[in-house]
């Protein structure tokens, strides 16, 4: 059975910081890459960073710079770093799981076999 749990969101200011985690159970990193999907209200899922077994990443033009996704094996979870949040970051984060894909580029919800629920970020002053 496979489960992926997002934790770590929360309410920040303009500028600030969060770690988003994503605890992985019946899969492994090899086999399945891990991506970070956002939604807005009123807007469509979009992709936002990927990470492949082969450590290759992805990310959307507009966290480049200001975001990075990573791995840790022993713990069997994946984390995405922001930073320099904004107002429009704000949204529920989802992690996904994506078998056999290498983030050449970033994954389309089409393409995703496991979701997580969810967390929220809220970008406000």
């Known amino acids: 059975e496979v489960q992926l749990v997002e934790s770590g969101g929360g309410l920040v200011q303009p500028g600030g910081s969060l770690r988003l985690s994503c605890a992985a159970s019946?899969?492994?990193?090899?086999?399945?890459?891990i991506a970070w999907f956002r939604q807005a209200p009123g807007k469509e899922r979009e992709g936002v960073s990927c990470i492949g077994s082969n450590d290759g990443t992805f990310y959307v033009d507009s966290v480049k710079g200001r975001f990075t996704t990573s791995i840790d094996n022993a713990k069997n979870t994946a984390y995405l770093q922001m930073t320099g949040l904004k107002p429009e970051d704000t949204a529920v984060y989802y992690c996904?799981?994506?078998?056999?894909?290498?983030?050449?580029?970033?994954?389309?919800?089409?393409?995703?076999?496991?979701w997580g629920k969810g967390t929220l970020v809220t970008v406000s002053s």
């Open positions: 996904a799981a994506l078998l056999e894909y290498y983030c050449s580029a970033l994954g389309a919800p089409e393409e995703v076999d496991y």
């Open positions: 019946g899969l492994t990193f090899d086999v399945f890459a």
